[in-house]
Nanobody, 121 residues
Framework: QVQLVESGGGLVQAGGSLRLSCAAS????????MGWYRQAPGKQRELVAT???????NYADSVKGRFTISRDNAKNTVYLQMNSLKPEDTAVYYC???????????????WGQGTQVTVSS
């Protein structure tokens, strides 16, 4: 009932920038938290940044000062601006959205399909 469409991944050289987008659509009554996670080969999925509704942003220590999460509530879209990229940022990036559905105001948590970010040295 909720679809997330990610875009913006790709190949970039170390020091470069990318901007990821994730648009949510469907039977959404409200969105609370939005965030980004990533999973590198052979590693567990880890938090990159989260932006709770009305709350403070939260970043992984490894990306503080380089990545910025933001959201456009009118478009139900979350962004991740990634600057000063490093080879260790290479991973599949997933967006995550939590909120309430129109039907019965039940809660939902949805994941995007993932977008590959590759940073070459």
């Amino acid at each position: 009932q909720v679809q997330l469409v990610e875009s913006g991944g790709g190949l970039v050289q170390a020091g470069g920038s990318l901007r990821l987008s994730c648009a949510a659509s469907g039977s959404i009554f409200s969105i609370n938290a939005m965030g980004w996670y990533r999973q590198a080969p052979g590693k567990q999925r880890e938090l990159v940044a989260t932006l709770p509704g009305g709350g403070r942003t939260n970043y992984a220590d490894s990306v503080k000062g380089r990545f910025t999460i933001s959201r456009d509530n009118a478009k139900n879209t979350v962004y991740l601006q990634m600057n000063s990229l490093k080879p260790e940022d290479t991973a599949v990036y997933y967006c995550n959205v939590a909120g309430k559905l129109v039907t019965g105001k039940s809660s939902f948590i949805s994941w995007g399909q993932g977008t590959q970010v590759t940073v070459s040295s």
